[in-house]
Every structure is written in C-alpha cells, then in structure tokens.
C-alpha cells in the first residue's frame, strides 16, 4: 500500500509566500516524476509543477519564476516553494507520484485573499 500526504497549506494575503510539502510512503519503489497538481472552484485539475529523477522540471505558465519545485528523491519527498501569490492560485493542491502507478494525495487547500 502506498500513502501519499500534503501538508502546508493554509490562508495567506496575495504577494505571501507559502510552502506544500508532500512524502510518499509504502511499498513504492522507483519513482520517476513527482509533482504537484491543483483544482480551483469550478474548474479541472490542472499541473502546477513537476519533477522527473533526472532533476528537469516543467511549470505551468501561471506559476513561472514564482513557484519552484525541489525533491529529495531518498525520502520520496517533494516539494513547492510558492511566492507572490495571487488570488487566482488559490485551490487544492495535490501531490502526485508516478512511479509505475499513478498515486495522488487527498489534497492540501491554499487560500490566497486579495
């Protein structure tokens, strides 16, 4: 069984800074990409970041040069350093894991007011 858990979300004033944390645990082995996926109101699930074993990463446009994702591939352990945020990355952001399944976590909320 394979767990998956967020945790650094909360209520932060637009131009804040906020940090998500997320660790897999279980029977996992060989991750190849780890990422973190977020779900506004009203809207689909949307990449946010990514991070493959080799270190190359891919951003959502919105989150370039304010957003960046780091791992530490011993601990199965991502995670997303957002600054300047804004309104609009407020949402669930979850941790997503690929290593030949596709594991999710439940989601951490990030609430960004104006």
């Known amino acids: 069984q394979v767990h998956v858990v967020e945790s650094g979300g909360g209520l932060v004033q637009a131009g804040g800074s906020l940090r998500l944390s997320c660790a897999a645990s279980?029977?996992?082995?060989?991750?190849?990409?780890m990422g973190w996926y977020r779900q506004a109101p009203g809207k689909q699930r949307e990449l946010v970041a990514r991070?493959?074993?080799?270190?190359?990463?891919n951003y959502a446009d919105s989150v370039k040069d304010r957003f960046t994702i780091s791992s530490d591939n011993a601990k199965n352990a991502v995670s997303l350093q957002m600054n300047s945020l804004k309104p609009e990355d407020t949402g669930i952001y979850y941790c997503?894991?690929?290593?030949?399944?596709?594991?999710w976590g439940k989601g951490t909320l990030v609430t960004v007011s104006s």
């Open positions: 997503n894991v690929i290593s030949g399944m596709n594991y």
């Open positions: 279980g029977n996992i082995f060989g991750i190849n990409v």
């Open positions: 991070i493959f074993k080799s270190g190359g990463t």
